[in-house]
């Protein structure tokens, strides 16, 4: 299993770390051209390209770039390795990748913060090129947490508790009381539109910062947006994407679960609080039994099987790897979504996974953070938690 971990990590170094994204499509001149300031024509173009079975953005001249969040993950899988192996190459080239985040955040902006390397319209707002958002600056802060932890470098904490100001202060706060808090995945003022994994991922980033330094007036804040996400779990322990319901396009979607879950046990371990322990044992039985198929086939949603997504592979792998490590079982149905992704969505020729499969085919677009970042550090946690699957 770390040999195929190594393998894809190859991938990536062999390319710089510069790869396509899943929502990239304006990252092609004539396309980003074409849409211009239209909203519709913006969505319009990336999902025609995301959707598209063919791989076209070589194509259409789309810009290959190192993504953040990918960097993030190729990072914490490349300490993984260090922890569990012992390979100092490997702690030394996250030391790499970590320094280059810190040094690379969304330039001209007021924050230590990181965004997408592609303009992006999503359905609540507009993101232009490296507008920085939370829920990449939560992926970075957990690397560079990491790496604080397991190279002991000072650096990696003060970057990280620089992003921690944009994380609480930047704006905007969409929803606030004594004890809740709700905020936006971007920084501006004209967003309205709640989506749950940003609170969540937030609250968590926030959480472990405030236990390594002791720090309680911020995790007096991370409790807050803890609470705010676990307020809005379904009676039957599940999560829409966006709040108020009516507002989300998706309903119980595979990855966004995933990310909750991880973010209350993440919370949990560094408030050592139960507080919601009773919301994540619910929301762990709904994912396990709503969104993953008897052989461990990551469901879309939980009323839509295909297409398999790696992305959901790669993230239940995670989320029942870290639920052992936590106590609360999990190895089994990790191994057991890793065995089916190994056999179904990986190609041994080429050293990738495939983005999706469909009930008749395999859609083979190669993209770096959504294939092979994920499952680099997926296989990471579960050779860290649960060691090799049988």
């Not at 922890?83 to 030394?92: F, I, N």
């Not at 507009?126 to 947490?145: I, Y």
């Not at 990696?156 to 930047?170: G, S, T």
């Not at 990855?255 to 994540?280: K, M, V």
Request: hydrophobic share 40%; aromatic share 12%; with cysteine.
């Amino acid at each position: 299993m770390a040999v195929i971990q190594e393998n894809v990590l190859d991938v990536a170094r062999s390319a710089g770390y510069e790869g396509y994204s899943k929502h990239d499509a304006l990252n092609a001149p004539c396309l980003e051209a074409i849409a211009g300031s239209s909203r519709w024509a913006r969505l319009l173009a990336i999902q025609a390209v995301m959707r598209s079975p063919l791989h076209v953005r070589p194509l259409i001249g789309a810009r290959r770039a190192r993504n953040a969040k990918g960097l993030s993950l190729f990072a914490r899988a490349l300490l993984t390795r260090y922890r569990v192996l012992g390979d100092q190459a490997s702690a030394e080239e996250a030391r790499q990748l970590l320094t280059w985040l810190a040094a690379h955040p969304s330039p001209g902006f007021p924050w230590t913060a990181w965004g997408y390397p592609y303009p992006w319209q999503d359905v609540g707002f507009f993101a232009p090129r490296h507008f920085p958002n939370r829920v990449v600056t939560s992926f970075v802060v957990q690397a560079l947490l990491d790496g604080y932890e397991t190279l002991a470098d000072q650096r990696l904490l003060d970057v990280a508790v620089q992003a921690a100001e944009f994380l609480l202060k930047a704006p905007t706060t969409l929803y606030e009381d004594e004890r809740h808090r709700c905020v936006s995945y971007v920084p501006s003022e004209t967003v309205s539109w709640i989506v749950l994994d940003v609170p969540a991922l937030t609250g968590a980033a926030v959480a472990r910062l405030a236990a390594l330094r002791k720090d309680a007036g911020l995790m007096r804040e991370a409790t807050r947006l803890m609470r705010y996400v676990v307020s809005k779990q379904t009676d039957y322990g599940a999560w829409y994407y966006a709040d108020p319901p009516r507002a989300s396009h998706i309903t119980h979607d595979n990855y966004h679960t995933g990310f909750i879950l991880d973010a209350i046990l993440e919370y949990g371990t560094a408030a050592q609080s139960s507080e919601f322990e009773d919301a994540y044992r619910r929301g762990l039985h709904f994912y396990r039994e709503r969104l993953f198929e008897p052989d461990g086939a990551p469901r879309f949603m939980h009323d839509r099987k295909y297409p398999f997504d790696i992305h959901g592979a790669a993230q239940g792998i995670i989320t029942f790897a870290r639920a052992q490590r936590a106590s609360y079982g999990g190895c089994d149905l990790s191994a057991r979504v890793l065995n089916w992704t190994l056999a179904n969505m990986y190609n041994a020729r080429t050293r990738w996974f495939y983005y999706q499969k469909h009930r008749l085919f395999r859609t083979p677009i190669r993209l770096l953070r959504w294939c092979q970042a994920w499952m680099a550090w997926a296989i990471g946690c579960h050779l860290e938690c649960c060691g090799s699957p049988s």
